[in-house]
């Protein structure tokens, strides 16, 4: 597979899903709109769950992915998330300067520890509402892990914010081909 280079994402139009000019449908619906941790839900599927980081560093951000209007700079962390050893899962994870001062968590040492975990079963953090998105075949996302499948419909992303002292971090979870087809064959 052809890989375009880190960053990968940022380049998506998140909407509530009622907002959604065309909706998925089925199974890979219900676990896009799962308010529960996507970590948890694959590696219940025991298919072999790894992390793999494709890159990891400060950034300045286009203004629709700040989530604070004071922070110039972000810490952005990409990954795929692997069950049976292809990519299932392209995951973004944006955190804002001042976030990073005050966390107990260092965000920038995770290494191939899933984000996930930390997210849901150690830390202070509330959640957001998810908001959606469809990444077609003209986007990053879709260039750099879909186009050499063989894949007819978009990717589908989901994106949920998670504050701590009145500072947000947002995780973008975009279905990769492999995830799609395991879930519509079910």
């Not at 996930?116 to 959606?132: D, K, S």
């Not at 947002?170 to 799609?180: G, I, N, R, S, Y």
Request: glycine share 6%; with cysteine.
């Amino acid at each position: 597979m052809e890989r375009l280079s880190f960053p990968y994402g940022g380049y998506a139009n998140w909407q509530k899903f009622s907002q959604l000019r065309c909706q998925p449908y089925g199974i890979l619906s219900q676990w896009l709109q799962s308010q529960d941790s996507l970590t948890e839900r694959l590696k219940a599927l025991d298919l072999g769950f790894e992390v793999e980081v494709l890159g990891e560093q400060a950034m300045m951000l286009c203004d629709n992915e700040k989530t604070s209007t004071s922070d110039e700079v972000y810490w952005v962390r990409e990954v795929l998330l692997h069950l049976d050893n292809q990519p299932w899962i392209f995951a973004r994870t944006v955190i804002p300067q001042s976030l990073l001062a005050i966390s107990n968590i260092d965000f920038k040492q995770l290494g191939n520890r899933p984000l996930g975990e930390v997210l849901f079963n150690t830390t202070p953090f509330e959640q957001g509402p998810l908001t959606f998105a469809e990444h077609a075949c003209d986007t990053p996302v879709f260039q750099a892990f879909a186009k050499d499948n063989v894949w007819s419909g978009a990717l589908w992303g989901r994106r949920r914010p998670f504050h701590h002292q009145q500072k947000t971090l947002t995780v973008a979870e975009t279905f990769l081909p492999a995830a799609c087809a395991y879930l519509q064959s079910l």
